[in-house]
Each structure stands twice: as C-alpha cells, then as structure tokens.
C-alpha cells in the first residue's frame, strides 16, 4: 500500500449524543445532515471526504500544505457558514418546535492534524484512510481542552509551518497548549484555540 505526506482535518460538531438523544428523530437527523452538508460544501482548499462520521466529516488533503492562512481561513468559513446554516434551520422549525435552541445546543470543534505515512484504500466512491496518524487524528477528538468550540492543531502539523508567522493568524485569540496521554500513542502535544469569539463576527 502506497502511503503518503497527508493533512486530515475533522470538523466534528459537539453536543452530538445529548442532542439525538433529546431530540426527536426525524428532526435531529434533519439538522444533523443539513449541517455536515453544509460543512462539506464549505470546502475551499481541495480537501477531500474520506468519511461522514455521523457528527464528523473526515477531510483529507495529500501532498503539500496549504499555508498556515489558508488552513485557518478554511476552519474560520467552516466555522461561519456551520452558525448561518444553523440560524437558517432556526427559523425553518422555530415555529413547530420553539422550545429547541439550536445553537445553545450544537457547537463545532476542528482537529488538524498531519501524517508522513497514511495510507489509501479506494472502497466504492471513497477513499479509506489508514495508518497510526489516522488514529492520532481521531484520538485528538477525545481532549481534555475546556470549551466547546475550538481549533486543534496537531504539534506534527505545528511543525510543518515551524515559525511562518502562525500567531499572526490567530489574532482573535491565545493560542494555548495541551498534552494527551495515550496508552498506546504516547505522548500526544496540540496546541488549541478559541473559536467562540468569531461567533459575533458572523
């Protein structure tokens, strides 16, 4: 199997479980797929779907990187077009189901993460992805980071842009660190942001 440099990126959207579960179906499964929709038609930087997760898109993008501003340009217009189809769905079923509050409900988190060695699987119109990174990637989801709505980047794709003015993209907020545990990955460093200030920029 052929493998190659690839960035994935995961726009997975928070509030999942409980909003399934207290909402009735025909209308959670209505938001749900409207929003991961949304996301996916949201992409401006030839990423790829490798898999809809249910609360998550699976993106990938193989061979060189974006630069660091067209990386955190695509999470900002992932962010932004996830609050305006969110405010479109409001107003659509407000009227049978007021008691719902979308948006105090469902959120968006976005991990980036990059890999040296992912594999490539095609199985019917997609393809699957596979290797260590790809588990990194999907460990990154389960965080301790202490807010809802939020970029996180991988310190392996930290590294790629080393220190090509990567604060200046982040000017609405710190930057903070962080560190996972993983039995069987180790130590895993990421560093994060905020992305609720965005939110009165929509």
């Known amino acids: 199997m052929k493998t190659t440099p690839t960035l994935l990126c995961i726009p997975d959207i928070s509030g999942f479980t409980k909003f399934m579960k207290e909402v009735d179906i025909n ?3 209505q938001v749900i797929s409207s929003l991961l ?3 996916i038609y ?7 779907v490798s898999e809809i997760e249910g609360d998550a898109v699976l ?6 990187l974006p630069t660091i ?14 609050y305006k189809q969110m405010d ?3 107003t659509k079923h407000k009227e049978k189901h007021p008691e719902i509050d979308f948006p105090e409900m469902l959120g968006l988190k976005i991990v980036l993460h990059f890999g040296t060695e ?3 699987v095609p199985i019917g119109n997609r393809i699957k992805l596979m290797g260590e990174d790809v588990i990194t990637a999907h460990r990154f989801l389960k965080n301790d980071v202490p807010i809802d709505e939020y970029i996180l ?16 993209n982040f000017d609405w907020g710190n930057v903070t660190s962080g560190i996972l545990n993983d039995e069987h990955l180790g130590k895993l460093r990421y560093s994060y942001i905020d992305l609720t200030p965005l939110n009165g920029e929509q």
């Open 27 to 29: 209308l959670s499964s």
């Open 37 to 39: 929709n949304n996301i």
């Open 42 to 48: 949201a992409n401006q930087i030839g990423l790829k």
């Open 59 to 64: 993106f990938f993008r193989a061979g060189d």
């Open 69 to 82: 501003k067209e990386l955190v340009d695509q999470c900002k217009h992932f962010y932004a077009e996830f």
């Open 88 to 90: 479109v769905l409001l």
């Open 118 to 120: 992912i594999g490539m």
């Open 153 to 168: 980047i991988s310190e392996a794709l930290l590294l790629e842009y080393k220190e090509k003015h990567i604060d200046q």
